[in-house]
């Protein structure tokens, strides 16, 4: 049990407002055997994350105590083998990672994820 709660998941973001972020903690919260969750978000060469996603997380990470909520921006394009590269540097099953609702012009079909799991 204790290696289940110590397990850490991910939660691939675009910036997400506060509403869509609380979602996600309170799904943890209520569906996952864990203490930790992992906030990345992908950046373009020279691009920068808004001052407010970090304020939302502070504020998140507070609000539920009981989840260690760790922020990482990176450079990278999201697909297939940035989850791969990412679940073997990390040691996160596919399946412990999240992503929300793409959009229209998402490249790829869920299932080339690899597992990754829908949250929103």
């Known amino acids: ?3 289940l709660h110590q397990q850490e998941f991910v939660f691939f973001t675009k910036g997400d407002n506060v509403a ?3 979602k996600v903690m309170a799904y943890v919260v209520e569906n996952e055997f864990t203490n930790r969750l992992k906030i990345v978000t992908l950046l373009r060469e020279g691009e920068t994350y808004s001052p407010e996603l970090m304020k939302d997380i502070e504020v998140l990470d507070r609000a539920y105590e009981q989840i260690r909520v760790d922020f990482v921006a990176m450079q990278g394009h999201f697909g297939p083998e940035l989850i791969d590269r990412l679940s073997a540097e990390w040691n996160v099953p596919k399946n412990f990672m999240f992503i929300g609702s793409p959009g229209d012009r998402f490249p790829y079909q869920i299932s080339e994820l690899g597992g990754v799991r829908l949250i929103i």
Request: overall charge neutral; aromatic content about 0%; hydrophobic content about 35%.
């Open 20 to 22: 869509n972020l609380n």
């Open 1 to 3: 049990m204790r290696e």
